[in-house]
């Protein structure tokens, strides 16, 4: 049975390294962020409505991933985003989410979220917009209070890069044992 585990928490901290790291880690795949693709592509002015058009590019993009996990016989999936970080989103900026990606939040299921904390430095890159200390501080608020009030397992990721991988990896050896048929690493 293949094992989903979301890394999520604001922008510049570290999601999409620790599911590079997972994943090797692992042997097994992590779906990156379909935001960043889009953006490259579209550019950083952004609508209320390319918000639905990148939530629905980052479902695809984790059903393509599920698939191959399943055909490659991955026992575990990382993935780099889910509709939480879309409704954080669209809050944030617009002050209102869209229906349809609080209704995917509502009918998909994962089974581990690491919650990447704001305890590293921001670093700029040309899609990054929040780099003041108040809206991280409100942006990872917001993410701990949606994983306190819902029923998947969840840890706080913080520390340096390595007290990172490793609390990460603890929290997904747990998930992992508690399934015999899974191959803890």
Known sequence: ??????????ESTGKSTLSRQLANHYGASWCPEYAREYLLQHGTDYTFENLLTIAHGQLA????????????????????????V????????????????????????????LLCNIDIPWVKDELREYPDLLSRQKLYHMYRDILINQPTPWADIRGGDEERFIRAKNAVDVLLQSYPDTPVV
Request: net charge positive.
């Open 1 to 10: 049975m293949l094992k989903k585990v979301v890394i999520i928490g604001p």
């Open 61 to 84: 993009l984790e059903e393509k991933y599920t698939r191959d996990s399943l055909s490659s016989r991955h026992r575990v999936l990382f993935i780099d985003t889910d509709m939480y």
């Open 86 to 113: 879309m409704k954080v989103w669209c809050e944030f900026v617009f002050g209102k989410c869209h229906h349809w990606i609080l209704d995917q939040i509502v009918s998909r299921k994962y089974d581990l979220y």
